[in-house]
């Protein structure tokens, strides 16, 4: 039997509705048993990746405390089950760990679900997260490179968190296969990003983000696309983005019945498959009403106008994105940010 791993992203478990959505909370419920079912039928995956954005915002609804134990009790079995597969394998180091770290990992005491952390893993507000309560917990690890040796073959496995700009992979005496699991925004020839006005400067570029790897799997950007080569002096590698599970706002992109996900074989770098998730469907999950109320909500500030022409905004922090304009008077920033404000707090409700 060969063995795989399974690189996910993007779960965006949330214990509340957003503004378009009407069954957020069911369906983080519906990802993780998902999930969890697709690792039970599939034996030969041994190692589970999750690349970023396991939650949406950091839970703080009191009147949901069950869903978010729901997950932690989710992130428990699926730890165990990876770790009955993993500890098969003596032939694995861990790059970026403590020695602490390390130890508990060997003993058992951490479960092998390796991720990165994604922009919605962090607070600025609350500092502490889920993620953060996952990894403290032992539920999950968050290091820097795992080296993993099957029969014959090494695979390396370079985590990179959003908005972690080095990369440091060691040099290997033998032969062996690199993926990069990255979350960040990537520009490429597909992008969706391009559409960002000044891209070029804000993004990382494919060819910046490739080197000394063979195949690089990225998250953050939610669109699937099929795996792209990418040439640099040193060679041909492979970018690929799989798409993501959870779905965040009613367009065209997650007008989906499923999410996705990445598999491939350890010795057979060349060999990419999506494996797809059943989730609520679409139709049942958005809720056409609140859309329809948003509108309405817009249309209350449609005169507001800075008078900077079209700005699309990535970033997932507002206030410093208005603060950025230039040529904007400081008052007219500061209502600016207390409509954005107005917008946030009434897509929470």
């Given amino acids: 039997m060969s ?27 519906v990802i993780l048993d998902e999930l969890y079912k697709h690792l039970l039928e599939n034996e030969d995956i041994i190692l589970l990746n999750i690349n970023g954005d396991i939650q949406h915002k950091t839970p703080i609804d009191k009147h949901q405390r069950k869903e978010v134990a729901y997950w932690r009790k989710m992130f428990r079995q699926i730890g165990e089950l990876m770790q009955s597969r993993f500890k098969q394998f003596k032939g694995y180091s861990l790059a970026g760990a403590s020695d602490e770290l390390k130890k508990d990992f ?9 991720t990165t952390k994604g922009n919605h893993d962090i607070d600025n507000d609350l500092g502490h997260t ?11 690890i968050n290091v820097r490179g795992l080296l993993v040796r099957t029969e014959t073959e090494r695979t390396y496995f370079s985590y990179r968190d959003y908005d972690t700009k080095n990369r440091k992979i060691p040099n290997f005496k033998n032969k062996t296969n690199v993926i990069g699991i990255e979350h960040n925004n990537i520009l490429h020839d597909e992008s969706s990003l391009w559409n960002v006005p000044g891209a070029e400067d804000k993004f990382l570029k494919a060819e910046d983000v490739v080197p000394n ?10 669109e699937k696309v099929d795996p792209l080569y990418v040439e640099t002096a040193e060679k041909s590698h492979v970018l690929w983005q799989p798409g993501a599970i959870g779905r965040t706002s009613l367009i065209d992109e997650a007008k989906r019945d499923v999410g996705y996900g990445a598999v491939m074989e350890f010795n057979k770098i060349d060999r990419f498959k999506t494996v797809e ?29 800075l008078k900077m022409g079209e700005y699309e905004r990535i970033s997932t922090n ?3 994105d208005i603060n950025s304009f230039e040529d904007i008077e400081d008052d007219v920033k500061e209502y600016a940010i207390k409509v954005m404000d107005g917008i946030e707090s009434n897509r929470d409700k």
Avoid: Q, W
Wanted: proline share 2%; glycine share 4%.
């Fill in 277 to 305: 998730f059943d989730l609520i469907p679409y139709m049942e999950y958005f809720t056409y009403k609140k859309m329809m109320d948003k509108k309405k909500y817009k249309n209350e500030f449609e005169n507001f106008d």
């Fill in 106 to 114: 060997k003993d058992g005491k951490v479960y092998p679900i390796f």
């Fill in 213 to 222: 790897t063979d195949v690089v799997i990225m998250h953050h950007v939610h």
């Fill in 130 to 140: 889920f993620f953060d309560d996952l990894e403290e917990e032992g539920l999950i």
């Fill in 318 to 320: 507002y206030v410093d």
């Fill in 3 to 29: 063995f795989k791993h399974l690189t996910v992203g993007c779960l965006h478990l949330y214990d509340r509705e957003l503004r378009s959505t009407k069954k957020m909370v069911e369906n983080s419920r």
